[in-house]
């Protein structure tokens, strides 16, 4: 909800990324000079990267052609995977400025009947990142559209680990994840970035079976990366 405002490289949920991104949205308008998008502003990274299982119900607008519903600008070889927009309050794109030789599939633009319906939370319920099933996703009929109840991403040897629904305090965002793989020396990272998409911490969370609870500084966004 609310706006996100800045100058280049500017998204609803990250400001630059190359890293994975998977299982988040974004429902507040997205504004900037150059490469905005309603996700990322600037993806990198090449064919390493990948943004899955995302939307953005609000709208990305800057002053140059570089602004999409999902990405802003994309470099070459990156992907996106089971991503959405809401075409009615973003009349851009999927991706404003697109890399030769990326690989985009499963997205597009939907109306705001359709992402407030069952479907779409069973279809984002559906979707995977290569061998990792991504979940959690309930409906929300106040805001309009899905949110993350809770997150589980699992792999063919069981789960990977599980994050709780964020809880909004004065300080900040409190994330738990519990890591639960029976892979020996499984972990998954977090990280945070300021409101230019600067990483500005990385933290490193062990797949131990405990639950592990982090503070995202009010606002700053966070992101998942495994």
């Given amino acids: 909800m609310g706006t996100v405002t800045g100058v280049e490289n500017v998204g609803g949920v990250v400001g630059s990324t190359s890293s994975d991104v998977f299982n988040c ?15 990322v502003g600037h993806q990198s990274g090449y064919s390493s990267n990948g943004l899955y299982n995302c939307y ?14 999902l990405i802003g600008f994309q470099e070459r070889f990156c992907k996106m995977t089971d991503c ?3 075409s009615e309050t973003c009349e851009k794109p999927a991706v404003g400025a697109e890399g030769e030789e990326c690989k985009n599939t499963n997205i597009g633009g939907l109306t705001s009947a359709e992402m407030a ?3 779409f ?4 319920n559906q979707a995977s990142r290569e061998d990792v099933v991504l979940s959690g996703w309930v409906a929300d009929p106040e805001l309009g559209s899905p949110t993350l109840g809770s997150f589980q991403a699992t792999t063919p ?6 994050s709780t629904s964020p809880a909004i305090t004065e300080k900040g965002t409190v ?24 990483m500005t911490e990385l933290f490193r969370v062990e797949a131990d079976g405990q639950a592990h609870e982090l503070l995202i500084p009010a606002g700053q966004s966070w ?3 495994t």
């Fill in 56 to 69: 953005s119900a609000g709208a990305a607008a800057c002053e140059d052609s570089s602004a999409g519903g």
């Fill in 25 to 39: 949205y974004s429902t507040g308008t997205v504004t900037g000079t150059e490469n905005v998008g309603g996700v």
């Fill in 117 to 119: 319906s069952d479907e």
């Fill in 175 to 198: 994330l738990t994840i519990r890591g639960d793989s029976e892979i020996p020396g499984a972990l998954c990272w977090v990280a945070v970035y300021d409101k230019a998409g600067k």
């Fill in 84 to 86: 959405w927009y809401n």
């Fill in 121 to 124: 939370v069973a279809r984002l």
């Fill in 223 to 225: 992101s998942v990366i």
């Fill in 157 to 162: 040897d069981g789960p990977a680990y599980v």
